[in-house]
Each structure stands twice: as C-alpha cells, then as structure tokens.
C-alpha cells in the first residue's frame, strides 16, 4: 500500500519539500525512481597503473602526515600514501576530521577521481575503507540517483532500503502464462533488485521486466483511447475548398511530392464521415507547417475554429507570426488570435471572449489553449506537436458541446515506421520522406576535442559574417563524477576566449519560462550570436540566421537526438554546419557518430542506430525527449516494444475490456497509469 513520504522515519517538512521537487510524493513514486545509472566496485589497482581522469581505487598505506591548508574559505586536508609501485598524494575539502583517522602506517583502500595538479596525479576527496569494508562492496553495483541540491544519494539509498523491508509489495499483476511466454521476472523481485542488483545479470533481466511493464501499460492505453475516438463520428465533417487549392498554387515554392500524398490523406479524413485522428511524421525541415496551415484554412472555410498548440511561446509566436503573412499574402479571410501564459490577465480575457464568440477561428499557441477557461464555439481541429499528445482529460477539455475535435499530431522524431504504428496506435500515419529541394544539405563532421581551437575560429568567423551559432552541452552544471562539459562554465569559459563584442548567453531547461523566452526572443532577433544551451533547444524555434550547432561531448546524445539538434541550423538560405564534438576516443563512439556524418537522413540515421545498438544496451544513451517513460528507450528498447505491443494484442482479443478475473489486477494497474502516468507523458 502506498504511503505518504513523511510516514516514513527521518522525511520531516523539509526533506518531504526536496522530495516533492524530483517528483516523489508518496512511497510508490519512491519504488519507481529508478537510479540513473551504477557504480561499481573494481578490484584496487597498483598506484603505478592509475591514469589521469579515470575513477581508481588503490590499496595503499599512509606514508606522511596529515596536513590541513586554509586555501580562501576551503579547508584542504592532504596526505601522501604508498604502495610497492609508487606514492600518490590524496585531498579532501573541508574534511578535518579525517586528521584523527588517517594515522601514519595504516592500510585503507581509497577511490576516488584522479586529477593533474602541477604536472603530478593526486585523487582527489576518495571515499575511504578498510581492506575489509571494501571486500564487502567488490564487484557490487551501487545505484546512482539523480539528486536535487540538498538531498543526498545517500537518503535516498537509506529510504528505499527502509520501503522494501517494510512493504508487502504488490501482488502480481501479470498473468503466469504472460510471463512465462515472454520470460519475465516476477514483480517484486524487478522492483528490489532495480535498486540493488547483486550483478548485472540479475540488473538486466529486472530492467526487462519493468520496461515490458511500462510498454504494455502504454500500449493498452493507447488501444482504449483508440476504441473511444474510433467510436466517435466527426461531428464537423467538411467540404473540400478551392481555397486550399489557390494557396497551393500561389505559394513561392512548389510542395513536394511527400507534401501533397500527406495533404490529400488530411483533407480525405476531415471530410470523411469519421473523426480524424493523424500523426504526420517528417524529417526536421520537411514542410510540415505549410499542411498544418492548409488544415487550419480549410477549417475556418467550413465554419468551424482550429487551434495549433505548441510547446514554447516563442515558436507559437513565430508560427503566428508566419500564419498572418500567409493570411496577408494570400488574402484570407481568417481571423488569427495568439494565445500564451505571459498575456496579461486582460488580454486573456479579450481573446477568451473572441474564443468563444467565434469571431476567432483560428487559434495559435502554447499549452493555454486547453486551461478551463478557455471555451471554443466549434472548435473542429486541434493540431499538436508530439509533446502535447492528448489524454483523455484534454480531449475531453477540447470538446466542443460535447463533440470532441478532429486531431493532427505533427513529428519530427524520426522513428522506424514498425516502431511509430506501435507507439502511435491510435492514429493514422503519413510519412514526409522527402525534403524540398530549395535546402542546402548540412555539412558535419565529428572531431576530437584538440579541434576546439579551430571550431572557435570558425564560429567567430560565421559571426563576423552576421549568422549566429549554438553549442551544445550535456550538463546544466557540474556533476561529481560526470566528465562532461555544462553549460554555466562553458559559458563563462567562452566569454573568456570570444571577443567582447560578441554577445555570447545560456539557456537550459532549469531556468524560468519567461527567461527563456527572453533569452530564445534575443536570440532569434540576432541580438544574442553565440547560444549554449543543453537540449531544451531540440524543441525550439525558427532562426533561419544560426548556421553552426556544435555539440559537446556528442557520444552522451542518441542519434536520432544529435538529428534533432542539428535540425535547428540549416533553416536559412545560408550554407550550414555541424560540428560533433567527441569527449572520448572509444572506437564504437565514433562508429556511431560516423552514421550522422554521413546522412543527413534522419529516418536511415533511426534504423542505423537501431541495428548498432543490440537490447541490453543497459546504459544506452537516452534518446530524443519522445514520449520519456522511465527505464524504457524505443530506440535501445525496441524488441521489448515489439514484445509488449504482441501481449497487449493477445490480451485484448482474449478480453477487451479486461473484465476477466485473471486481469483484474491488470486492470486496477492499468486505471492507475492511465492516471498518472499518461499524464506526465502528456498525453
């Protein structure tokens, strides 16, 4: 049974609070925070073996005394300690106290970070054991979690060790048959042994089971709410128009082959007797927007409102600002209202009023069109991005009068078709495969990081020609133990190596929705040329001027991620270019990036990667922000997806409203995610 976290010994007000901000409410969320990754306990080494930015553990005895240096407001404790194959100087920071401990001629076995200071190698603040201590966690795997300041890993470790002795955990809820067909572990054992695995063995065969859990509770979702729209009749079935054929004709470009076959599937379905509900998927670049405007057009020519959610005010701005001058140019009869969370409480209201008078009939904006006061005349589209798919409670927020809309996702995500009809079960697929031939291909290239200086030079070189370039980092701020680059350091780092005139600023997902629509509004007027950032970009925002993305440490992003990124340049009619920077030197790394280097493709780049990375790629890199469940990955995790969709199928033919007495516990399961967990996948 779950319990609220102050139940538990040692969670008082405060911890309670640090817990609420990563999402821990209540013992249940406890269970199924899973660590982000594992340390393990290797064999110590000999001093002489240990190398420069590695994790080392050495069994040494002390050979100095200890001495304590007050270096600004650190307390730096220092100690020598030998082996027979050489010494190796330790630190701590603000650790006195280990004066008392750390005895001349006593043996411990330190491990910590080993560090370049002065030209010597030193580890810096090891964690230390007796030979004994350490023999008990050897080969062991310590789970790492991901942590807010204040809370440490090691509360979080106490806590779920204190939940597992003391819970009666859930009952099973998957049927034996189910589990013996697709070799599952039972329930109970996955869940303790995520936290505390004895080997990786044991890590991965619970992983599986609890990946499988998460699949097959989307993919029932999903079919549910699948048989709820399919019941649906479009209430607002509509008439072709010429209209969308004179904006067809007069627009600067010609549309593409891919275009029109998406176009015609979109209006064959809003003037169908069934309510529409399709996922048009094209490469970065595509041309999806243009359909997405043809689909608005012919709404508002039948009488009815559409409305185009997307994730940040400053891409609804900019999609806004593109619709009015379609409007403009092609003299439409539209009438366009933007409608996001910084609008004032007065102008909320005003555009409330033309909402649901009517006199609005198109809608453009952020995730303020489905707030509850919001209320749409005929509203007969809803168009979103993958982000923002719609659960059940939006749909039925969007309803109008009881008639829920016609539904158009758009995504970029390139995602293997035999994957995407998995995921996206309860919608019709179109497929934009190819681009509009007015785009320069992107030149890339993967370098090591001794090619800094020259990309530097390069970007500077970019600006001094007026474009604008991003950089990439893995990290907001430093991490212990994380060698990668973050981004407030390397900020401050290029304001050091840039000139002064070049105005360089940050943005990652931490910071506060109004800064970062200031920062991404600077920086898409060209008053900001050089823009770090961590992914929060990925999602982002037209800057036709940024010509460079260069991304840090690029062997910590999937592909189909470093795809997505490097999608924001390459906008313009300028030449564009992106500089995959590689942190390591391991041969497989390389072999990956290779793929991105040579295809521009991003569908060819998904199933490449797919075949490189084989199931039980444990610690594969987490790929684009789709759809984030917990543990599982539908690139690393494909045959488990494929696994769980086959269950899902088996299960409702058996029974489709998991009325049998062998699924009710499934069933309660299931009513819970479709509750929660749906809700934080957006959907």
């Known amino acids: 049974m779950k319990r609220p976290l102050r139940d538990l010994k040692g969670v ?69 300690a030998a082996d027979a194959s050489g010494r190796l100087p330790l630190t701590w920071f603000n650790m006195p106290y280990l004066k008392s401990t750390l005895k001349k001629g006593a043996v411990f076995v330190f491990r ?20 004994a201590a350490y023999e008990e966690v050897l080969h062991s795997l310590q789970p790492i979690y991901s942590l807010t300041a204040g809370l440490s890993n090691k509360t979080l470790v106490k806590l779920i060790k204190a939940v597992l002795r003391e819970e009666n ?42 990946v499988f859990d998460e699949f097959l509770m989307f993919i029932l979702a999903i079919q549910l709410l699948k048989e709820k729209t399919e019941e649906a009749p479009n209430a607002f079935p509509m008439k072709q128009t010429w209209t969308t054929e004179q904006m067809i004709e007069n627009l600067p470009y010609k549309l593409t082959g891919a275009q029109l076959n998406a176009w015609h599937e979109i209006e064959r379905d809003l003037s169908g007797q069934a309510l529409m509900s399709r996922l048009v998927q094209g490469d970065v670049g595509s041309g999806k927007t243009i359909l997405a405007f043809l689909a608005m057009v012919m709404t508002s020519e039948n009488g009815c409102q559409a409305a185009l959610m997307v994730p940040t005010e400053v891409l609804a701005r900019q999609h806004f600002e593109a619709f009015q001058k379609l409007v403009r140019e092609q003299g439409l009869a539209c009438r366009a209202i933007l409608l996001t969370g910084s609008h004032t409480a007065k102008e909320k209201r005003e555009r409330y009023a033309m909402i649901a008078s009517g006199e609005a009939d198109i809608i453009i904006g952020t995730h303020a069109l489905i707030q509850e006061k919001v209320t749409y005349q005929r509203l007969g589209l809803v168009i979103t991005d993958e982000q923002h798919r719609f659960g059940v409670k939006q749909r039925e927020a969007l309803t109008t009068m009881g008639n829920p809309p016609n539904v158009l996702v758009m995504s970029a995500t390139p995602i293997p078709r035999t994957l995407a009809i998995i995921l996206y079960g309860d919608l019709d697929i179109s497929v934009i495969d190819e681009l509009p031939s007015r785009r320069l291909p992107i030149k890339n290239c993967v370098v090591g990081t001794s090619y800094r200086p020259k990309a530097y030079t390069f970007i500077e070189k970019q600006v001094r020609e007026g474009r604008q370039a991003y950089i990439i980092c893995p990290m907001v701020e430093e991490s212990e133990g994380l060698d990668a680059e ?8 290029l304001k050091g190596i840039f000139p002064k005139d070049i105005r360089i600023a940050y943005l990652h997902g931490k910071m506060k929705a109004k800064e970062k629509n200031q920062v991404m509004e600077a920086f898409a007027a060209g008053e900001i040329q050089i823009l770090v950032s961590t992914t929060v970009v990925e999602v982002g925002v037209n800057v036709p001027n940024a010509t460079v993305m260069m991304v840090e440490n690029a062997e910590r992003f999937g592909l189909a991620q470093l795809h997505q990124l490097r999608g924001r340049v390459g906008r313009g009619e300028y030449q564009s270019y992106c500089i995959f920077m590689q942190g390591n030197e391991v041969k497989e790394t390389s072999k990956r990036l290779e793929i991105l280097n040579k295809s521009n493709d991003g569908f060819y780049i998904a199933g490449e990667d797919l075949k490189l990375r084989g199931p039980g790629d444990l610690f594969g890199i987490r790929q684009s922000g789709l759809l984030e469940f917990k543990l599982g990955d539908i690139y690393n995790d494909a045959d488990i997806l494929k696994s769980a969709s086959e269950a899902a199928g088996e299960i409702l033919a058996l029974d489709p409203d998991l009325s049998l007495p062998q699924h009710t516990l499934l069933r309660e399961k299931l009513m819970s995610y479709m509750k929660d967990d749906l809700e934080n996948l957006g959907l």
Do not use: C, W
């Open 12 to 80: 008082g007000e405060k911890t309670e609070k640090l817990f609420q901000k990563i999402g821990i409410r209540d013992t249940d969320d406890l269970l199924r925070y899973y660590p982000r990754t594992y340390d393990t306990y290797e064999e110590p080494m000999a001093v002489s073996e240990v190398e420069e930015g590695t994790l080392a553990a050495v069994r040494v005895s002390i050979v100095s005394g200890v001495y304590v240096n007050q270096v600004r407001n650190l307390q730096v404790v220092t100690v020598t």
């Open 112 to 131: 910590g970070r080993i560090v370049r200071k002065q030209g010597k190698l030193q580890m810096e603040h090891p964690e230390m054991f007796t030979p």
């Open 169 to 210: 955990l859930q009952m099973e809820y998957l049927p034996e048959e189910l589990r013996e067909q697709y070799h599952l572990a039972d329930y109970n054992f996955a869940i303790r042994t995520i936290h505390f695995p004895d080997n990786r063995e044991q890590l991965l065969t619970a992983r599986r089971r609890l």
């Open 486 to 493: 973050n981004v407030l350091d390397y900020t401050a780092k």
